[in-house]
């Protein structure tokens, strides 16, 4: 079986939208992604999730030049990550069509891993 990462992102409006939700909405809207994410984990075929701080830091170049970022003016953000098992790209692209990202315009890349020997 291999591992396939799905990557969340948002626009800068849904991110807007979701931070004016009130308090039941935004209830409601962690309850999809609950739901969701344990009906993957249910099936055994999750590895990880989590949401990611709008903010962070961006090294860039040989140099390594350190910068904030990203920012919210962008056209999207990459809001959260899933790594999920599955028997094919078509059987994890399935599982990304339930994802609650949709509800806000968001959008899922999904990317199977490459693993590489350490040893």
């Not at 291999?2 to 807007?16: L, V």
């Not at 040989?62 to 790594?83: N, Q, W």
């Amino acid at each position: 079986m291999d591992k396939y990462m799905m990557i969340f992102r948002n626009t800068p409006t849904s991110e807007e939208q979701y931070q004016s939700m009130s308090p039941e909405q935004m209830q409601a809207s962690l309850d999809q992604w609950n739901a969701w994410i344990g009906g993957i984990a249910a099936q055994g075929k999750l590895i990880g999730s989590d949401a990611l701080e709008i903010d962070g830091k961006i090294l860039t170049g040989s140099r390594k030049a350190l910068s904030d970022g990203p920012y919210v003016e962008g056209k999207e953000l990459v809001s959260g990550y899933l790594i999920m098992q599955a028997e094919s790209e078509a059987e994890a692209v399935e599982a990304a069509k339930g994802c609650p990202v949709y509800e806000m315009e968001g959008s899922v890349e999904v990317r199977k891993l490459m693993v590489f020997d350490h040893g």
